[in-house]
């Protein structure tokens, strides 16, 4: 793998079984943090092995793009720019820029539009 190459984790999976004019939709989804796997079907929520999930016949497949290596270095500047654990000294961004940062893979460019 290429430090450049953009990298998809599979994190939820939509299930449909019935007909064309009606049938029932479950979803499984795994937890960030916990790295498990979950049926959701309708009221019930229950766990599930990984095995499962890679036999259920997909409708619908979600993913997440994971930062590339050269992404998560910037991010570690950043955070050291926020932080306050770098040489260069006192350092200003907007709150904008700063949620894109976090919550985003690519926030684009830190410019005079966004400070």
């Known amino acids: ?19 064309l004019f009606g049938g029932h939709y479950v979803c499984y989804a ?3 943090e916990s790295s498990r796997w979950y049926l959701f079907d309708d009221r019930v929520v229950s766990h599930v092995s990984p095995e499962t999930v890679k036999n259920v ?18 991010r570690k500047q950043v955070e050291d720019l926020i ?6 000294g006192i350092c200003s961004i907007s709150k904008l820029w700063y949620h894109k940062w976090k919550y ?7 410019n005079q539009d966004i400070l």
């Open 83 to 88: 932080h306050g654990t770098n040489s260069v």
């Open 1 to 19: 793998v290429k430090s450049s190459d953009t990298l998809y984790d599979l994190c939820a999976v939509i299930n449909h079984s019935g007909g």
């Open 104 to 110: 985003l893979c690519l926030p684009g460019p830190l």
């Open 30 to 32: 795994k937890n960030k």
């Open 57 to 74: 016949e997909a409708y619908v497949l979600f993913y997440v793009r994971r930062c590339s290596y050269d992404k998560i270095n910037e």
